[in-house]
Protein backbone atom coordinates (compact mmCIF):
# COMPACT_ATOMS: atom_id res chain seq x y z
CA UNK A 1 0.00 0.00 0.00
CA UNK A 2 0.97 3.66 -1.05
CA UNK A 3 1.94 5.95 1.94
CA UNK A 4 -1.05 8.14 0.77
CA UNK A 5 -3.20 5.55 0.72
CA UNK A 6 -3.61 5.45 -3.11
CA UNK A 7 -3.48 1.44 -2.59
CA UNK A 8 -0.69 0.55 -5.33
CA UNK A 9 2.85 1.71 -5.07
CA UNK A 10 4.89 4.18 -7.09
CA UNK A 11 8.42 3.39 -7.67
CA UNK A 12 10.95 5.65 -9.31
CA UNK A 13 13.86 3.63 -10.45
CA UNK A 14 17.22 5.30 -11.84
CA UNK A 15 19.37 3.31 -13.58
CA UNK A 16 23.29 4.95 -13.68
CA UNK A 17 25.45 5.42 -16.66
CA UNK A 18 27.95 2.69 -15.59
CA UNK A 19 25.00 0.13 -16.38
CA UNK A 20 23.66 1.18 -19.64
CA UNK A 21 26.84 1.00 -21.07
CA UNK A 22 29.46 -1.80 -22.16
CA UNK A 23 33.08 -1.69 -21.62
CA UNK A 24 33.64 -0.35 -25.35
CA UNK A 25 31.03 2.51 -24.83
CA UNK A 26 27.77 0.85 -26.10
CA UNK A 27 24.91 0.50 -25.04
CA UNK A 28 24.09 -2.37 -22.56
CA UNK A 29 21.00 -3.91 -24.71
CA UNK A 30 20.34 -6.84 -22.51
CA UNK A 31 20.22 -5.84 -19.36
CA UNK A 32 18.15 -3.03 -20.37
CA UNK A 33 16.04 -5.45 -21.70
CA UNK A 34 16.50 -7.37 -18.61
CA UNK A 35 15.13 -3.71 -16.59
CA UNK A 36 12.28 -3.30 -18.84
CA UNK A 37 10.71 -7.12 -18.92
CA UNK A 38 11.22 -6.66 -14.68
CA UNK A 39 9.34 -3.53 -14.95
CA UNK A 40 6.75 -4.61 -17.51
CA UNK A 41 6.37 -7.60 -15.20
CA UNK A 42 6.17 -6.10 -12.12
CA UNK A 43 3.44 -3.34 -12.94
CA UNK A 44 1.36 -5.88 -14.37
CA UNK A 45 1.72 -8.29 -11.76
CA UNK A 46 1.25 -6.00 -9.13
CA UNK A 47 -0.20 -3.03 -10.39
CA UNK A 48 2.91 -1.37 -8.82
CA UNK A 49 3.43 2.31 -11.29
CA UNK A 50 6.83 2.89 -12.36
CA UNK A 51 9.19 6.03 -13.23
CA UNK A 52 12.38 5.40 -14.98
CA UNK A 53 15.12 8.05 -14.34
CA UNK A 54 17.57 6.61 -17.20
CA UNK A 55 21.42 8.01 -17.82
CA UNK A 56 23.38 6.78 -20.65
CA UNK A 57 23.20 9.77 -23.28
CA UNK A 58 26.31 10.81 -22.88
CA UNK A 59 27.91 7.65 -22.82
CA UNK A 60 25.38 6.04 -25.84
CA UNK A 61 25.80 9.17 -27.99
CA UNK A 62 29.82 8.79 -27.24
CA UNK A 63 30.24 4.98 -28.60
CA UNK A 64 27.76 6.12 -31.56
CA UNK A 65 30.05 8.82 -32.87
CA UNK A 66 33.09 7.16 -31.98
CA UNK A 67 34.47 9.61 -29.95
CA UNK A 68 36.45 9.24 -26.21
CA UNK A 69 35.27 10.53 -23.34
CA UNK A 70 38.86 11.61 -22.36
CA UNK A 71 39.39 14.32 -24.95
CA UNK A 72 36.20 15.99 -25.17
CA UNK A 73 35.26 19.94 -24.26
CA UNK A 74 31.75 20.56 -22.35
CA UNK A 75 29.91 21.46 -26.13
CA UNK A 76 30.92 18.22 -27.43
CA UNK A 77 29.51 15.83 -23.97
CA UNK A 78 26.28 18.42 -24.87
CA UNK A 79 26.53 17.08 -28.20
CA UNK A 80 26.93 13.42 -27.65
CA UNK A 81 23.86 13.92 -25.42
CA UNK A 82 21.83 15.32 -27.84
CA UNK A 83 22.58 12.05 -30.37
CA UNK A 84 22.76 9.28 -27.02
CA UNK A 85 19.59 10.50 -25.81
CA UNK A 86 17.70 9.48 -29.34
CA UNK A 87 19.20 6.24 -29.20
CA UNK A 88 18.36 5.35 -26.13
CA UNK A 89 14.68 6.16 -26.19
CA UNK A 90 14.64 4.93 -29.15
CA UNK A 91 15.83 1.14 -27.36
CA UNK A 92 13.28 2.06 -24.95
CA UNK A 93 10.65 2.81 -26.97
CA UNK A 94 11.39 -0.97 -28.77
CA UNK A 95 11.56 -2.54 -25.81
CA UNK A 96 8.80 -1.72 -23.86
CA UNK A 97 6.52 -1.61 -26.58
CA UNK A 98 7.29 -6.13 -26.63
CA UNK A 99 4.97 -5.99 -23.83
CA UNK A 100 2.49 -3.71 -25.13
CA UNK A 101 4.12 -0.35 -23.21
CA UNK A 102 4.55 3.45 -24.56
CA UNK A 103 6.55 5.58 -23.31
CA UNK A 104 6.95 9.33 -22.82
CA UNK A 105 10.41 11.39 -22.59
CA UNK A 106 10.72 14.15 -20.37
CA UNK A 107 13.86 16.18 -20.21
CA UNK A 108 14.70 18.21 -17.03
CA UNK A 109 17.25 20.70 -15.65
CA UNK A 110 17.60 22.27 -12.32
CA UNK A 111 15.93 25.05 -13.33
CA UNK A 112 12.43 23.82 -14.01
CA UNK A 113 12.63 21.84 -10.34
CA UNK A 114 13.31 25.10 -8.91
CA UNK A 115 10.50 27.12 -10.37
CA UNK A 116 7.69 26.35 -8.43
CA UNK A 117 5.25 26.45 -11.41
CA UNK A 118 7.88 24.71 -13.75
CA UNK A 119 7.72 21.50 -11.16
CA UNK A 120 4.23 21.30 -10.55
CA UNK A 121 3.62 21.31 -14.30
CA UNK A 122 5.92 18.31 -14.66
CA UNK A 123 4.59 16.49 -11.96
CA UNK A 124 1.00 16.83 -13.37
CA UNK A 125 2.59 15.52 -16.73
CA UNK A 126 4.36 12.73 -14.73
CA UNK A 127 0.51 11.81 -13.30
CA UNK A 128 -1.19 12.42 -16.19
CA UNK A 129 1.68 9.47 -18.07
CA UNK A 130 0.66 7.03 -15.32
CA UNK A 131 -2.64 7.71 -15.35
CA UNK A 132 -2.44 6.21 -18.62
CA UNK A 133 -0.40 3.24 -18.29
CA UNK A 134 2.13 5.25 -20.04
CA UNK A 135 5.98 4.66 -19.08
CA UNK A 136 7.78 7.95 -18.34
CA UNK A 137 11.35 8.09 -19.06
CA UNK A 138 13.35 11.12 -17.15
CA UNK A 139 17.01 12.11 -18.01
CA UNK A 140 18.85 15.77 -17.39
CA UNK A 141 18.24 17.70 -20.66
CA UNK A 142 21.87 17.81 -20.85
CA UNK A 143 21.87 19.85 -24.14
CA UNK A 144 20.38 23.01 -22.19
CA UNK A 145 22.42 22.84 -19.15
CA UNK A 146 25.36 24.35 -18.46
CA UNK A 147 28.25 23.10 -16.13
CA UNK A 148 27.19 25.92 -13.25
CA UNK A 149 23.30 24.64 -13.25
CA UNK A 150 23.92 21.43 -13.79
CA UNK A 151 22.70 18.05 -11.65
CA UNK A 152 25.58 16.49 -13.09
CA UNK A 153 24.58 13.02 -11.50
CA UNK A 154 21.41 11.20 -12.30
CA UNK A 155 20.58 10.38 -8.88
CA UNK A 156 19.66 14.08 -7.50
CA UNK A 157 17.75 14.03 -10.27
CA UNK A 158 16.21 10.70 -8.96
CA UNK A 159 15.66 12.12 -6.00
CA UNK A 160 13.80 15.20 -6.72
CA UNK A 161 11.72 12.91 -9.32
CA UNK A 162 10.67 10.98 -6.78
CA UNK A 163 9.57 13.99 -5.04
CA UNK A 164 7.49 14.67 -8.00
CA UNK A 165 6.14 11.52 -8.75
CA UNK A 166 5.38 11.33 -5.33
CA UNK A 167 6.98 8.15 -5.07
CA UNK A 168 6.76 5.68 -2.10
CA UNK A 169 10.44 4.24 -2.85
CA UNK A 170 13.12 4.47 -4.94
CA UNK A 171 16.06 2.10 -6.68
CA UNK A 172 19.36 3.57 -7.18
CA UNK A 173 20.23 0.15 -9.59
CA UNK A 174 24.15 0.76 -9.77
CA UNK A 175 27.36 -1.71 -10.31
CA UNK A 176 27.93 -2.42 -7.24
CA UNK A 177 25.47 -4.14 -4.54
CA UNK A 178 24.82 -1.55 -2.40
CA UNK A 179 26.77 1.08 0.22
CA UNK A 180 29.95 -0.79 2.06
CA UNK A 181 32.06 0.94 4.85
CA UNK A 182 34.85 2.12 2.37
CA UNK A 183 34.78 2.16 -1.40
CA UNK A 184 35.47 -1.70 -1.96
CA UNK A 185 37.53 -0.57 -4.98
CA UNK A 186 40.34 1.32 -2.98
CA UNK A 187 39.64 -1.45 0.23
CA UNK A 188 39.00 -5.01 -0.46
CA UNK A 189 38.14 -5.22 3.29
CA UNK A 190 35.29 -3.02 3.31
CA UNK A 191 31.87 -4.77 4.26
CA UNK A 192 28.52 -3.59 2.94
CA UNK A 193 25.71 -2.23 4.99
CA UNK A 194 22.31 -3.78 4.83
CA UNK A 195 20.16 -0.85 6.48
CA UNK A 196 20.58 2.52 7.13
CA UNK A 197 18.11 4.05 9.88
CA UNK A 198 19.62 7.29 9.96
CA UNK A 199 22.22 9.26 7.51
CA UNK A 200 24.83 10.04 9.90
CA UNK A 201 27.73 11.88 8.93
CA UNK A 202 29.85 8.77 9.03
CA UNK A 203 27.56 7.45 6.37
CA UNK A 204 28.15 10.13 4.23
CA UNK A 205 32.15 10.38 5.22
CA UNK A 206 32.60 6.80 3.92
CA UNK A 207 30.81 7.44 0.15
CA UNK A 208 33.59 8.15 -2.21
CA UNK A 209 33.34 8.95 -6.12
CA UNK A 210 32.16 7.32 -9.01
CA UNK A 211 33.63 3.69 -9.67
CA UNK A 212 34.26 4.34 -13.36
CA UNK A 213 34.49 6.42 -16.15
CA UNK A 214 30.78 5.85 -17.18
CA UNK A 215 29.59 7.02 -13.53
CA UNK A 216 29.44 10.25 -12.43
CA UNK A 217 29.20 10.90 -8.60
CA UNK A 218 29.47 7.14 -7.11
CA UNK A 219 28.13 6.41 -3.85
CA UNK A 220 28.13 10.37 -2.47
CA UNK A 221 25.35 11.54 -4.43
CA UNK A 222 23.66 8.12 -4.35
CA UNK A 223 24.09 9.18 -0.64
CA UNK A 224 22.83 12.81 -0.84
CA UNK A 225 19.83 11.47 -3.08
CA UNK A 226 19.53 9.28 -0.23
CA UNK A 227 18.84 12.20 2.18
CA UNK A 228 16.33 13.84 0.52
CA UNK A 229 14.29 11.18 -0.73
CA UNK A 230 14.14 9.68 3.09
CA UNK A 231 13.57 12.84 4.55
CA UNK A 232 10.40 13.25 2.56
CA UNK A 233 9.25 9.77 3.15
CA UNK A 234 10.52 7.86 0.22
CA UNK A 235 12.53 4.23 1.04
CA UNK A 236 15.70 4.43 -0.76
CA UNK A 237 17.54 1.44 -2.10
CA UNK A 238 20.24 0.83 -4.09
CA UNK A 239 21.07 -2.63 -5.35
CA UNK A 240 23.13 -3.76 -8.08
CA UNK A 241 21.64 -3.78 -11.61
CA UNK A 242 22.53 -7.40 -12.45
CA UNK A 243 21.12 -9.27 -9.32
CA UNK A 244 18.38 -11.76 -10.27
CA UNK A 245 14.64 -10.21 -9.94
CA UNK A 246 16.40 -7.28 -8.30
CA UNK A 247 13.18 -4.99 -8.08
CA UNK A 248 10.80 -7.67 -7.25
CA UNK A 249 12.98 -8.59 -3.90
CA UNK A 250 13.82 -4.69 -3.36
CA UNK A 251 10.23 -3.90 -3.41
CA UNK A 252 8.97 -7.62 -1.38
CA UNK A 253 11.51 -6.15 0.89
CA UNK A 254 13.97 -8.63 0.78
CA UNK A 255 17.84 -7.79 2.26
CA UNK A 256 19.37 -6.88 -1.14
CA UNK A 257 21.80 -4.22 -0.86
CA UNK A 258 21.55 -1.21 1.42
CA UNK A 259 18.07 0.05 2.72
CA UNK A 260 17.64 3.67 4.20
CA UNK A 261 14.52 3.72 5.92
CA UNK A 262 12.43 6.73 5.43
CA UNK A 263 11.86 9.32 7.95
CA UNK A 264 8.92 8.17 10.32
CA UNK A 265 8.37 11.99 10.20
CA UNK A 266 8.56 13.05 6.55
CA UNK A 267 8.13 16.83 5.61
CA UNK A 268 5.26 18.05 3.19
CA UNK A 269 5.76 17.42 -0.53
CA UNK A 270 5.85 21.57 -0.57
CA UNK A 271 7.80 21.88 2.19
CA UNK A 272 10.53 19.25 0.63
CA UNK A 273 10.68 21.17 -2.66
CA UNK A 274 11.56 24.39 -0.65
CA UNK A 275 14.20 22.74 1.48
CA UNK A 276 15.89 20.98 -1.94
CA UNK A 277 14.85 22.59 -4.89
CA UNK A 278 15.73 26.06 -4.87
CA UNK A 279 18.47 28.32 -4.02
CA UNK A 280 17.24 31.04 -2.13
CA UNK A 281 17.10 34.82 -3.72
CA UNK A 282 18.22 36.85 -0.46
CA UNK A 283 17.48 36.95 2.94
CA UNK A 284 15.68 37.62 5.86
CA UNK A 285 17.17 38.32 9.16
CA UNK A 286 15.00 38.59 12.20
CA UNK A 287 15.01 39.25 15.52
CA UNK A 288 15.50 37.01 18.45
CA UNK A 289 11.60 36.52 19.64
CA UNK A 290 10.64 36.02 15.79
CA UNK A 291 13.70 33.37 15.50
CA UNK A 292 11.97 31.65 19.01
CA UNK A 293 8.84 32.10 17.32
CA UNK A 294 9.47 30.80 13.83
CA UNK A 295 11.67 27.93 15.37
CA UNK A 296 9.13 26.42 18.86
CA UNK A 297 6.29 28.45 18.21
CA UNK A 298 5.03 27.27 14.81
CA UNK A 299 4.62 30.87 13.86
CA UNK A 300 4.46 32.67 10.66
CA UNK A 301 7.08 35.44 10.27
CA UNK A 302 5.31 39.40 10.86
CA UNK A 303 6.92 42.67 9.89
CA UNK A 304 7.73 43.54 13.43
CA UNK A 305 10.10 40.32 13.56
CA UNK A 306 12.17 41.46 10.46
CA UNK A 307 15.51 43.74 11.17
CA UNK A 308 17.63 43.42 7.44
CA UNK A 309 16.78 42.38 3.71
CA UNK A 310 19.80 41.02 1.40
CA UNK A 311 19.69 40.91 -2.06
CA UNK A 312 17.05 41.48 -4.61
CA UNK A 313 13.86 39.50 -5.40
CA UNK A 314 10.13 40.00 -6.32
CA UNK A 315 7.39 38.57 -4.34
CA UNK A 316 7.21 35.21 -4.10
CA UNK A 317 10.85 34.34 -4.25
CA UNK A 318 12.68 31.65 -1.95
CA UNK A 319 14.69 33.72 1.03
CA UNK A 320 17.26 32.19 3.78
CA UNK A 321 15.98 33.06 6.92
CA UNK A 322 18.59 34.02 9.74
CA UNK A 323 18.94 34.84 12.88
CA UNK A 324 20.58 38.33 14.94
CA UNK A 325 23.88 35.96 14.66
CA UNK A 326 23.30 35.93 10.69
CA UNK A 327 23.35 31.96 11.29
CA UNK A 328 20.74 30.51 8.68
CA UNK A 329 17.86 28.61 10.58
CA UNK A 330 15.65 28.34 7.60
CA UNK A 331 13.79 28.97 4.08
CA UNK A 332 10.77 30.51 3.23
CA UNK A 333 8.58 32.17 0.40
CA UNK A 334 8.59 35.71 0.80
CA UNK A 335 5.25 37.30 0.20
CA UNK A 336 6.44 40.41 -0.86
CA UNK A 337 9.33 42.12 -2.73
CA UNK A 338 12.77 42.92 -1.58
CA UNK A 339 11.89 46.74 -2.33
CA UNK A 340 8.64 46.35 -0.28
CA UNK A 341 10.04 45.19 2.66
CA UNK A 342 13.11 47.54 2.16
CA UNK A 343 10.69 50.75 2.40
CA UNK A 344 8.39 49.61 5.01
CA UNK A 345 11.81 48.85 7.26
CA UNK A 346 12.76 52.71 6.55
CA UNK A 347 9.38 53.39 8.12
CA UNK A 348 9.37 51.36 10.92
CA UNK A 349 12.88 52.90 11.91
CA UNK A 350 11.57 56.37 11.39
CA UNK A 351 9.00 55.33 14.13
CA UNK A 352 5.89 55.68 11.38
CA UNK A 353 2.61 53.78 11.12
CA UNK A 354 3.44 50.11 8.87
CA UNK A 355 0.69 47.40 9.28
CA UNK A 356 2.36 45.15 11.91
CA UNK A 357 0.66 42.30 10.50
CA UNK A 358 1.78 42.23 7.53
CA UNK A 359 2.87 38.16 7.04
CA UNK A 360 6.40 38.24 5.68
CA UNK A 361 6.22 34.43 4.88
CA UNK A 362 4.01 32.41 5.96
CA UNK A 363 3.94 29.36 8.06
CA UNK A 364 3.06 27.09 5.22
CA UNK A 365 5.42 28.56 2.85
CA UNK A 366 8.36 28.07 5.35
CA UNK A 367 10.86 25.06 5.76
CA UNK A 368 12.92 25.36 9.75
CA UNK A 369 16.03 22.91 9.54
CA UNK A 370 15.18 21.55 12.90
CA UNK A 371 11.86 19.81 11.35
CA UNK A 372 13.18 19.10 8.28
CA UNK A 373 15.81 16.71 9.59
CA UNK A 374 13.91 15.58 12.78
CA UNK A 375 12.54 11.67 12.43
N1 LIG B 1 31.50 3.35 0.24
C1 LIG B 1 31.24 2.89 -0.99
N2 LIG B 1 30.52 1.76 -1.14
C2 LIG B 1 30.25 1.27 -2.38
N3 LIG B 1 30.66 1.87 -3.53
C3 LIG B 1 31.38 2.99 -3.45
C4 LIG B 1 31.70 3.58 -2.17
N4 LIG B 1 32.39 4.71 -2.39
C5 LIG B 1 32.50 4.85 -3.74
N5 LIG B 1 31.91 3.83 -4.38
C6 LIG B 1 31.86 3.69 -5.84
O1 LIG B 1 30.57 4.08 -6.36
C7 LIG B 1 30.41 3.43 -7.63
C8 LIG B 1 28.97 3.52 -8.14
O2 LIG B 1 28.67 4.84 -8.54
P1 LIG B 1 28.79 5.38 -10.07
O3 LIG B 1 30.10 4.92 -10.63
O4 LIG B 1 28.53 6.83 -10.06
O5 LIG B 1 27.65 4.56 -10.82
P2 LIG B 1 26.26 4.98 -11.50
O6 LIG B 1 26.58 5.28 -12.93
O7 LIG B 1 25.43 3.75 -11.34
O8 LIG B 1 25.68 6.17 -10.79
C9 LIG B 1 30.91 2.03 -7.33
O9 LIG B 1 31.34 1.37 -8.49
C10 LIG B 1 32.07 2.25 -6.33
O10 LIG B 1 33.32 2.20 -6.94
N1 LIG C 1 22.44 12.84 -17.92
C1 LIG C 1 23.66 12.10 -18.13
C2 LIG C 1 23.92 11.18 -16.97
C3 LIG C 1 24.87 11.66 -15.94
C4 LIG C 1 25.42 10.45 -15.21
O1 LIG C 1 26.28 9.73 -15.73
O2 LIG C 1 24.86 10.15 -14.03
P1 LIG C 1 25.01 8.74 -13.23
O3 LIG C 1 24.18 7.75 -13.92
O4 LIG C 1 24.40 9.07 -11.89
O5 LIG C 1 26.45 8.32 -13.10
C5 LIG C 1 23.51 11.20 -19.39
O6 LIG C 1 22.40 10.78 -19.72
O7 LIG C 1 24.54 10.89 -19.99
Known sequence: MSRDGRGRRRVVVKIGSSSLTEADGS?????MRQMVSEVARLGRETGCQFVLVSSGAIAAGLGRLGWQRAHISMPEKQAAAAVGQVLLMEH????FAEHGIAVGQILMTRADVEDRKRFVNIRNTVMALLQRGVMPIINENDTVAVEEIRFGDNDTLAALVALVAEADTLV???DIDGLYTANPRQDPTATRIAEVEVITDEIERIAGGAGSSAGTGGMRTKIA????????????????RDEPRVLERVLGGEPVGTRFLA??????LRKSWLLHAPKPEGTLQVDHGAMRALIAGGKSLLLPGLVQVHGEFQEGAVVELVGPTGAAFGKGISNFSSRDLAEWLAKKRAGEDVHALHEVVHRNDMVIWTEATAG
Open 263 to 268: SREPVS
Open 92 to 95: YERL
Open 225 to 240: AAKIATQSGVEVVIAH
Open 172 to 174: LLT
Open 27 to 31: LALSR
